[in-house]
């Protein structure tokens, strides 16, 4: 007789209703996603993406004030941004070799993060109306200097338009960075550049919702 915390399996396919977990051979369970990684919380419509549609000239450093395009979660907002992506291209040369962060601010009783709303972010789920929680802004001032978390690349002075193409920046976090209310991140370059793109993707969850 079973027991009711054990999980009982077979191996190999099966067809028919009901049908038992699959297992492999040695003992483990047999999981095949049934659509796209994040295309659950995408129907939920809880996935935005955001880039910004002009260059904007970064700061030179780890700086407080204009990151390119940052992303804040304000106290209150009731849910954490879990990063799915971050990426970065830049169409002008680098006045000296630079390296390009992403950067973090973590303190949720900072002064709030202030700059121009874009209004150029989308839903994963096109169609739909709703509206992120975390704010995008442009030209940022930050309470503080970020810390750099990891390292996109390296910028260099040659042209790069002779160039058959440039290399994209960027880092799939899937959700293995999560902001939370109060904390902030943006792409930050150690030597300034005057035509930088960001781009962000990222899940919002219910605070609510978490386990404890």
Known sequence: MSQPWLMEGKYGPQSGSPMSARMDKDGSLAVVNSHGRHFEPTMRVDVFLVANQAGVTSAAGLSATSPALTLYNPPGSEVNASIIFAGVDFLATFAAAAVVW??????????????????????????????PKIRLLLGADLPAAPVAICSLGVGLTGAITTAPRAQSMGRYFDGSLILGPGANLSIQTSTSNGDTYCTFAWEEIPILSERE
């Open 102 to 131: 992403v950067a973090v601010g973590t303190n949720p009783i900072a002064a709030a993060v202030t700059g121009t709303a874009t209004t150029a972010h989308r839903k994963g789920r096109l169609g739909n109306q709703a509206q």
